[in-house]
């Protein structure tokens, strides 16, 4: 009996590739499932799957390659899957980092901070509604707190 697919990719359970569009199971490749974070089901198995992106509908393949990165060197839980594309992925990762970029810096430019401070908050505001679309009230309130010192501030130096 082959339990989770240990001798056949074809046999490795559905589960494991929810939500895929296709498998291509000549791309398989043997996982190693004493590097793998599981309780009960390994993935002896790591292959091509195509699947749809949650933000952008576009598919995209998701590697043997990679998913043998995510579960035997990144320690992702097995079950995980991406759901969105590289593109989108790299997106939402540069969203990321400008939230935090906001996060740290908004509440050192509100308390008095430079004019390059609020300058930079303003330009992470433009990058963060561009985007996300609409942004919380309280982030639009910064927004026109700012751009009223900023102008005040190109005003006085002319």
């Known amino acids: 009996m082959d339990f989770f697919g240990k001798t056949d990719p074809r046999q490795v359970p559905k589960h494991l590739f929810r939500h895929a569009l296709e498998i291509d199971y000549q791309s398989a490749i043997r996982g190693d499932p004493d590097k793998q974070n599981y309780t009960v089901c390994p993935r002896h198995w790591h292959m091509d799957a195509t699947f749809p992106c949650d933000a952008c509908s576009c598919t995209f393949t998701w590697s043997a390659k990679e998913q043998q990165r995510w579960f035997e060197?990144?320690?992702?839980?097995?079950?995980s899957a991406p759901r969105h594309c590289p593109d989108c992925r790299k997106e939402r990762r540069?969203?990321?980092?400008?939230?935090?970029?906001?996060d740290q810096l908004v509440g050192k430019a509100r308390e008095g901070g430079s004019l390059e401070e609020k300058q930079r908050v303003l330009q992470i505001l433009g990058e963060l509604e561009a985007g996300l679309g609409q942004l919380p009230d309280k982030m639009l309130?910064?927004?026109?707190?700012?751009?009223i010192q900023v102008e005040r501030f190109s005003d006085v130096d002319e």
């Not at 540069?94 to 906001?102: C, E, I, M, S």
């Not at 309130?141 to 751009?147: A, K, N, P, Y």
């Open 73 to 79: 060197e990144w320690n992702f839980w097995i079950d």
């Open 94 to 102: 540069a969203l990321l980092a400008a939230k935090q970029d906001y």
């Open 141 to 147: 309130e910064t927004r026109r707190v700012f751009h």
